[in-house]
């Protein structure tokens, strides 16, 4: 029952602390649901502060494209629906370039095969693992914690 105990105590904590971090550090979110970030590349942010639209801010927070509806990332772009036209974002050189039809977008670029996904979607592919690999390292830990817990023994 005492290791019980000490593994609760050392792994509540621990789980909630990693993932106050994760969302005021790493990858910003608001528990609320309202904001969500995550890095592109070069100090561009993809946030999203509603559940329908996304928008890409530079390191200063001037907005780049706004309201996007889907999009697909790749090493180095971003390519992308927003309310009235397509676009293809580099980040690397900070080049927008914008297209009216979707067979304009793929002849201006190398269009995956990938299916465009929303912001939010975008958001948690990109943050799951981390939450795994950090959840899984807050159970080790707190397992570790409650088997090597020193026990009285009666004196001999």
């Given at each position: 029952?005492?290791?019980?105990?000490?593994?609760?105590?050392?792994?509540?904590?621990?789980?909630?602390?990693?993932?106050?971090?994760?969302?005021?550090?790493?990858?910003?979110?608001d528990w609320i649901g309202t904001y969500y970030?995550?890095?592109?590349?070069?100090?561009y942010r993809l946030v999203a502060t509603s559940?329908?639209?996304?928008?890409?801010?530079?390191?200063?927070?001037?907005?780049?494209?706004?309201?996007?509806?889907?999009?697909?990332?790749?090493?180095?772009?971003?390519?992308?629906?927003?309310?009235?036209?397509?676009?293809?974002?580099?980040?690397?050189?900070?080049?927008?370039?914008?297209?009216?039809?979707?067979?304009?977008?793929?002849?201006?670029?190398?269009?995956?095969?990938?299916?465009?996904?929303?912001?939010?979607?975008?958001?948690?592919?990109?943050?799951?693992?981390?939450?795994?690999?950090?959840?899984?390292?807050?159970?080790?830990?707190?397992?570790?914690?409650?088997?090597?817990?020193?026990?009285?023994?009666?004196?001999?």
């Amino acid at each position: 029952m005492k290791r019980l105990l000490v593994f609760l105590l050392v792994f509540i904590p621990l789980l909630i602390g990693t993932q106050v971090y994760l969302d005021k550090k790493v990858f910003p979110y608001d528990w609320i649901g309202t904001y969500y970030e995550v890095p592109v590349a070069n100090g561009y942010r993809l946030v999203a502060t509603s559940v329908d639209y996304g928008t890409i801010i530079d390191t200063d927070g001037v907005t780049v494209v706004d309201h996007i509806d889907s999009i697909q990332v790749t090493d180095n772009a971003v390519i992308g629906v927003t309310a009235s036209q397509y676009f293809l974002f580099q980040p690397v050189t900070g080049a927008l370039s914008q297209y009216e039809t979707l067979a304009q977008l793929r002849q201006g670029c190398n269009l995956g095969t990938a299916p465009f996904k929303t912001v939010i979607d975008h958001y948690w592919q990109h943050r799951r693992w981390t939450d795994i690999l950090s959840s899984l390292a807050c159970l080790i830990i707190a397992l570790t914690c409650a088997y090597f817990i020193p026990s009285k023994r009666a004196p001999n």
